[in-house]
């Protein structure tokens, strides 16, 4: 082993509610490492008391989300290399969400919204039925399978300056979920939808500039979601006049 | 803070705009290349149905479109209450129509 280790600058949030402060730790620098690699390190060998979220470590469960040098990552799939500034990196709690205590923010209000979206399956068959065909090729598939593979880690709705302004907006994921349903042709209450994301806090409130799509990790488009949204609620204003 | 109905308003407005903002200006522009002083246009527009429309379908148009606009500044800065915002909304689209609708008055009715 050397001794002469590069060593990372890492300050990472500490607190509980609103109330904290940055805390400084050094890091032994390593190769491929992860920002969670990094929070893991400083937790086991540092501070036992440091709480953060985590589980797969594969960047399929969207529980280890956090902002790292001031932007949204899903930090077990963020490599050092790639976002530390001149060794240094700061790590704090998902913006736009309540902390609960230093890494660990209360995801509540995020999945309240996916609710308040209609973002749940509204099914028409019982299990006694046979199972609906669905052509993968046909236009609305399309569609869908363009948004499914969320992973809830709110990384779009940190990022989202409207959820910052508006605390009723639904927000990007809320929203891409809802467009997804919408365009699932075995989701039984299309104008169910319709009218959750046509709120004071609905699809409507979105500025179209774009920081879901640009900092979401699975590279998905809520505003495009949220594009075809305010599409379809226009045209149901039209034919209903709602 | 807006829903489909302000939404939905507030696009059709600025669709009733589009074509009347170009209308104006290439008034303008007419009215100032040929050098109308300001006693020849009030001539043209004293009495006139059509311009008293023009006009005050655009002052109309820009009332709306402009009060569903603040009313979102106003959301995402500094009002977050709905009630407040409600009546603010309302009295800016009013505020605007009144003055926009009066000098279309002025210079339309003979
Ligand atoms: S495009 Fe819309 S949803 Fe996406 S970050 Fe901007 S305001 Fe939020
Ligand atoms: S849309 Fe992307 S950024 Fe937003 S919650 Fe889903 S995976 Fe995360
Ligand atoms: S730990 Fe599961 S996505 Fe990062």
């Given at each position: 082993m050397s001794s002469a280790k590069t060593m990372l600058l890492v300050s990472v949030w500490r607190g509980t509610g609103t109330q904290g402060r940055y805390e400084a730790f050094e890091v032994p620098q390593e190769d491929n490492q992860t920002i969670l690699d990094v929070v893991s390190w400083v937790q086991q060998n540092?501070?036992?008391t440091l709480s953060y979220r985590f589980a797969c470590?594969?960047?399929?469960?969207?529980?280890?989300a956090m902002m790292v040098n001031g932007k949204p990552r899903w930090t077990c799939r963020t490599h050092v290399g790639k976002v530390a500034e001149n060794g240094r990196i700061d790590v704090a709690p998902l913006r736009n969400l309540p902390v609960i205590?230093?890494?660990?923010?209360?995801m509540d209000p995020f999945f309240d919204k996916w609710v308040g979206a209609e973002g749940h399956f509204h099914p028409t068959?019982?299990?006694?039925d046979p199972i609906e065909a669905i052509n993968p090729e046909s236009p609305s598939r399309k569609l869908a399978d363009e948004g499914i593979?969320?992973?809830?880690?709110?990384v779009c709705f940190a990022a989202c300056d409207t959820v910052t302004a508006n605390s009723d907006y639904l927000g990007p994921a809320a929203l891409n979920r809802a467009w997804t349903l919408l365009n699932?042709?075995?989701?039984?209450d299309r104008t169910g939808v319709l009218d959750a994301v046509s709120g004071?806090?609905?699809?409507?409130?979105?500025?179209?500039?774009g920081s879901c799509a640009a900092y979401c990790p699975n590279e998905l488009s809520p505003i495009t979601a949220i594009a075809g949204l305010k599409r379809e609620t226009a045209r149901s204003f039209f034919r209903k006049g709602r | 803070m807006i829903g489909l109905k302000l939404y939905m308003l507030q696009r059709l407005s600025a669709m009733v705009m589009a074509p009347l903002v170009l209308g104006h200006i290439a008034v303008m522009i007419y009215a100032i290349q040929g050098g109308l002083s300001a006693a020849e246009i009030l001539g043209r527009t004293k009495g006139s149905i059509v311009w008293a429309l023009f006009y005050g379908t655009f002052a109309l148009a820009v009332s709306i479109h402009a009060a569903i606009g603040v009313r979102v500044i106003l959301a995402e800065t500094i009002l977050k209450n709905r009630h407040a915002l409600d009546g603010l909304t309302l009295a800016i689209g009013a505020g605007l129509a009144f003055m926009g609708l009066s000098a279309v008055y002025a210079v339309t009715a003979s």
């Amino acid at each position: 082993m050397s001794s002469a280790k590069t060593m990372l600058l890492v300050s990472v949030w500490r607190g509980t509610g609103t109330q904290g402060r940055y805390e400084a730790f050094e890091v032994p620098q390593e190769d491929n490492q992860t920002i969670l690699d990094v929070v893991s390190w400083v937790q086991q060998n540092l501070d036992a008391t440091l709480s953060y979220r985590f589980a797969c470590r594969v960047g399929m469960c969207g529980s280890c989300a956090m902002m790292v040098n001031g932007k949204p990552r899903w930090t077990c799939r963020t490599h050092v290399g790639k976002v530390a500034e001149n060794g240094r990196i700061d790590v704090a709690p998902l913006r736009n969400l309540p902390v609960i205590k230093d890494l660990a923010t209360d995801m509540d209000p995020f999945f309240d919204k996916w609710v308040g979206a209609e973002g749940h399956f509204h099914p028409t068959r019982t299990r006694a039925d046979p199972i609906e065909a669905i052509n993968p090729e046909s236009p609305s598939r399309k569609l869908a399978d363009e948004g499914i593979e969320c992973i809830n880690c709110a990384v779009c709705f940190a990022a989202c300056d409207t959820v910052t302004a508006n605390s009723d907006y639904l927000g990007p994921a809320a929203l891409n979920r809802a467009w997804t349903l919408l365009n699932d042709e075995k989701d039984g209450d299309r104008t169910g939808v319709l009218d959750a994301v046509s709120g004071s806090g609905g699809c409507h409130n979105c500025h179209s500039l774009g920081s879901c799509a640009a900092y979401c990790p699975n590279e998905l488009s809520p505003i495009t979601a949220i594009a075809g949204l305010k599409r379809e609620t226009a045209r149901s204003f039209f034919r209903k006049g709602r | 803070m807006i829903g489909l109905k302000l939404y939905m308003l507030q696009r059709l407005s600025a669709m009733v705009m589009a074509p009347l903002v170009l209308g104006h200006i290439a008034v303008m522009i007419y009215a100032i290349q040929g050098g109308l002083s300001a006693a020849e246009i009030l001539g043209r527009t004293k009495g006139s149905i059509v311009w008293a429309l023009f006009y005050g379908t655009f002052a109309l148009a820009v009332s709306i479109h402009a009060a569903i606009g603040v009313r979102v500044i106003l959301a995402e800065t500094i009002l977050k209450n709905r009630h407040a915002l409600d009546g603010l909304t309302l009295a800016i689209g009013a505020g605007l129509a009144f003055m926009g609708l009066s000098a279309v008055y002025a210079v339309t009715a003979s």
